[in-house]
């Protein structure tokens, strides 16, 4: 037997076996992107209910302000739309700014595994052989 037949059987095993590796990190590739897809629908899904929330909460608690302005009204004798304006201001301010620190951190967010996907392509682009 000569070098270059010992030599082929090795070179066909290992591209063998770069192949089905390559196969098997396709197939965890795309098993992550599925992951990563069904994380980002239910990302989707909780901010529906946090938005939900705040709108239930914000109601509840515009009910709360309303009655307790009624009170106000009803038993304060001076100086009681000045202090209501300085209120609703004040609640205004913190709101609007709550809600811009909100919207700032959602769009920041970057996606589920992004990362561990771009891992996992150069990882399979690496073992995959050249072609000849």
């Known amino acids: 037997m000569s070098e270059s037949d010992t030599k082929a059987p ?5 591209a063998s076996l770069q192949r089905l590796l390559a196969t098997l990190l396709d197939i965890m590739q795309t098993r992550v992107a599925i992951v990563a897809t069904e994380f980002e ?14 709108v239930a909460l914000f109601f ?7 009655f307790t302005l009624l009170v106000v009204m009803l038993f304060w004798e001076s100086h009681r739309l000045y ?7 004040l609640y205004l301010g913190v ?3 709550a809600g811009i620190s ?3 951190r959602m769009k920041s967010r970057p996606r ?9 392509s150069k990882d399979r682009d690496q073992l995959t052989p050249p072609s000849i």
């Open 10 to 14: 090795a070179g066909g095993l290992l």
């Open 41 to 54: 629908e239910e990302r989707v899904r909780l901010r529906e209910l946090v938005v939900f929330g705040f």
């Open 60 to 66: 509840v608690n515009l009910g709360i302000v309303l």
């Open 83 to 89: 202090v209501m304006g300085g209120f609703a201001l």
């Open 95 to 97: 709101g609007v700014v």
């Open 102 to 104: 909100l919207r700032h």
């Open 112 to 120: 589920l595994f992004a990362t561990t996907l771009a891992e996992l």
